[in-house]
């Protein structure tokens, strides 16, 4: 990543970033299976359509969203890897525990990027219920898996 001093320009012209020599680390959550592989298979493939190399994508696969972090970190440590995309998907249920694997999903991420100092996408499908994940997966609603995989390009513009 870019350390010196640009033009304000530069920061948002950044609609075209070179990947072709970036490597990114994918962490995927195994709990609701069926769509995190949905959502990384979109990351992988927009990584792939910018220009990434197959071999400079890295997917490492944690029990449930809450091991995000965790797995981010493992892999943001190494100085080789540029960007690191978290996918998962937390579904409302009787508990609260939604509430809690949310939060602490995004506060941990919000740290690691900040500890090593660079993009820790926050690719995490949070929804009431069932179909509201699977139209953010590759349904009416998009792919949020392409969707972070594009957030991670853009920030390496910077
Ligand atoms: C325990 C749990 C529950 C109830 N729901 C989800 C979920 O909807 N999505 C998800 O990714 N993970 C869930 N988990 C698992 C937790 O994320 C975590 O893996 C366990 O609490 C072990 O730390």
């Known amino acids: ?7 304000l320009s530069d920061y948002t012209a950044n ?4 990947i072709s020599d970036k490597r ?7 709990w609701n299976r069926e769509i995190t592989d949905v959502l990384a298979q979109g990351a992988h493939e927009t990584l792939l359509k910018h220009g990434a190399k197959e071999e400079n994508i890295y997917r490492n696969s944690v029990p449930g969203s809450f091991e ?3 797995g981010a970190q493992f892999l943001a440590q190494h100085e080789e890897i540029d960007a690191v995309i978290c996918l998962g998907v937390v579904i409302k249920g009787d508990t609260k525990h939604d509430d809690y694997i949310n939060h602490a999903v995004a506060h941990g991420l919000t ?6 100092n660079k993009p820790v996408i926050f690719g995490l499908v949070t929804t009431n219920n069932l ?6 997966a590759g ?9 972070a ?4 390009i853009h920030m390496l513009g910077f």
């Open 1 to 7: 990543m870019a350390t010196s001093l640009k033009n």
């Open 15 to 18: 609609n075209f970033v070179d």
């Open 24 to 30: 990114f680390g994918l962490v995927v959550a195994e």
């Open 68 to 70: 995000l972090t965790l």
């Open 111 to 116: 740290n690691v990027g900040l500890k090593f």
């Open 131 to 136: 179909e509201q994940a699977l139209d953010r």
């Open 139 to 147: 349904g009416k609603h998009g792919n949020k898996g392409v969707e």
């Open 149 to 152: 995989a594009a957030a991670a």
